[in-house]
């Protein structure tokens, strides 16, 4: 596709549901990043996917949060028993490989946990 | 631990003023710093992004300086006007990271008609 796009754009959950958001990156983009950001706050990072592989999940925060890539294109990021503290704008972004250039991110998917 | 502090938070300005918005991190061991664009309900939007080598970068009316060793970058918009309200992040690529980014909370710019 022309950019990132990420689905839904917003999201509405109680506490304690299962939530995936869907990120479909740049085609011929190897490298998917998801990032969190909150109110008032700069992105922080979750995880790195490189082809299909989870390179880095560190930035996770706990064992509620996954994310996977399966066939190295689209990721789905996956929060399991959601928290009101999850709420937040969830982003994704693409680039044809590691480096700075090329980085384009989607519109986020805003999710707010009641 | 790589800290990104952005101030202000807002500022409002009437059309045609130049400004700055100022970026400053705590551990000069960087890689590069880039400043982004995010407006409301879309995605962000890279403008500007300075190796550590380097002093300056400008594209059209934005002018970026990276002043490494004192841990400070500036963003610097000439004739600034209406479409260019928006909130501006700074990121940071320590040394060591590949990919990973620091951010700032970014300036709330507001331009007045």
């Known amino acids: 596709g022309a950019g990132v796009s990420q689905t839904p754009s917003n999201k509405v959950t109680e506490k304690g549901k299962y939530v995936e958001l869907r990120c479909d990156p740049i085609s011929g983009h190897t490298a998917l990043y998801w990032y969190r950001q909150s109110l008032g706050q700069g992105p922080e990072f979750l995880i790195y996917f490189q082809g299909t592989g989870a390179a880095d999940d560190s930035g996770l925060p706990n064992d509620r949060f996954f994310a996977v890539r399966p066939e190295g294109s689209v990721s789905t990021l996956k929060i399991q028993r959601t928290e009101r503290g999850d709420s937040a704008v969830y982003l994704c972004?693409?680039?044809?490989?590691?480096?700075?250039?090329?980085?384009?991110f989607g519109s986020g998917t805003r999710l707010t946990v009641v | 631990k790589q800290e990104v502090t952005q101030i202000p938070a807002a500022l409002s300005v009437p059309e045609g003023e130049n400004l700055v918005l100022n970026c400053s991190f705590t551990?000069?061991?960087?890689?590069?710093l880039q400043w982004f664009r995010q407006d409301p309900g879309k995605g962000l939007t890279s403008l500007l992004l300075i190796q550590s080598s380097q002093r300056e970068q400008t594209s059209g009316r934005l002018n970026a300086s990276l002043d490494k060793s004192s841990g400070r970058s500036t963003l610097y918009i000439a004739a600034s006007q209406p479409g260019d309200s928006a909130t501006y992040l700074c990121a940071v690529r320590p040394e060591g990271s590949r990919y990973q980014l620091i951010w700032g909370a970014g300036t709330k710019l507001i331009i007045k008609p």
């Open positions: 972004a693409s680039s044809p490989g590691l480096g700075d250039y090329g980085y384009t």
């Open positions: 551990d000069s061991a960087i890689y590069n």
